[in-house]
């Protein structure tokens, strides 16, 4: 038997490592784009893309202004400062976000439209969420709350002189709108408070009686700056109330106009003081106790009967 023939074969260093420049040329170049990445997100102006999205997204008549933007670390943007405005209703900020997330869909960015934007935020010790969807015709919007401390909320301090109202606030407000037609702006919502109350108040130089309640919650409407108070409750220890009707907005806080019916009545425990407070209570000659109250007049003026 004849065995064949067979050659090993030959290793030669050079050959491995001929294309040695091309590999060394392409990982630079590797090297300098992600550093050029990096550099890009670290110095990217969020800034300016953040108030892009402010232009395109329909806030009127509100004014929003924000302090630093970054990348957050878990993708989005985190942006640090946030406040709300409408000067011509209150000289205070509307809401004060000190911190809040924000994610864009990427869908409409790479179409250059902003279609979609998500936020969580901090908002006066509670949670802030919100959603907005856009498109050249029709915008929606629902915002979430949790939590918030009403006693943190300085708009309040313009109403009262001294003291403080406190509790819980949840809910959420979802609207829907055209572009650039603040008027045509349809909006609902529930708000829920817990563990409510006053403490120390003055209103025009008068002390306001201390109370507080344990659940409190409003459903309402608004269209073309009328609020419609559609339902409200609040029970306390002391006092019992209920009530329905309108309130129109106006560029003044102050001046903004009520017509409500509301019945208050005194809890089978309640104090001596505000069973006698509650028996003040101006209504017409042999009405019951649940009979409404009318409240009109203007915020800063109110009139009862």
């Not at 209703?89 to 509307?94: E, F, G, S």
């Not at 179409?111 to 969807?133: E, F, M, Q």
């Not at 806080?253 to 019916?261: E, H, P, Q, R």
């Amino acid at each position: 038997m004849q065995i064949r023939n067979f050659e090993l074969p030959t290793l030669s260093i050079g050959d491995r490592f001929e294309d040695f420049p091309v590999r060394a040329a392409l990982l630079y170049g590797l090297y300098a784009v992600v550093l050029f990445l990096i550099f890009l997100v670290l110095n990217f102006p969020y800034g300016v893309l953040v108030d892009q999205l402010l232009d395109d997204v329909d806030l009127s008549p509100a004014e929003v202004t924000h302090g630093s933007v970054e990348m957050a670390i878990l993708g989005g943007l985190e942006l640090r400062g946030v406040t709300v405005r409408r000067s011509d209703w209150t000289r205070l900020p509307v809401l004060e976000i000190p911190r809040a997330d924000l994610r864009v869909g990427l869908s409409g960015l790479l179409r250059g439209k902003v279609s979609k934007v998500n936020v969580i935020g901090d908002l006066y010790g509670g949670v802030l969420k919100a959603k907005w969807r856009g498109g050249e015709d029709l915008q929606r919007a629902i915002v979430q709350v949790e939590d918030l401390q009403v006693a943190r909320y300085p708009p309040l301090r313009e109403i009262m002189e001294k003291g403080q109202i406190f509790g819980l606030l949840s809910g959420f407000v979802q609207a829907e709108g055209r572009p650039g037609d603040s008027a045509a702006v349809r909006a609902n919502g529930e708000i829920y408070l817990d563990r409510a109350g006053s403490e120390g108040l003055e209103y025009h130089g008068w002390p306001v009686l201390d109370l507080s309640f344990e659940e409190s919650s409003v459903l309402f409407s608004m269209q073309g700056g009328r609020i419609e108070i559609e339902e409200f409750n609040a029970a306390g220890p002391d006092v019992i109330m209920s009530g329905s009707g309108q309130i129109g907005l106006r560029d003044s806080l102050g001046d903004t106009v009520l017509d409500l019916k509301v019945v208050v009545q005194a809890a089978p425990d309640a104090r001596p003081e505000v069973k006698g407070l509650v028996s003040l209570i101006p209504r017409q000659r042999g009405a019951q106790p649940d009979t409404p109250i009318s409240i009109t007049g203007t915020l800063a003026k109110p009139r009862y009967r």
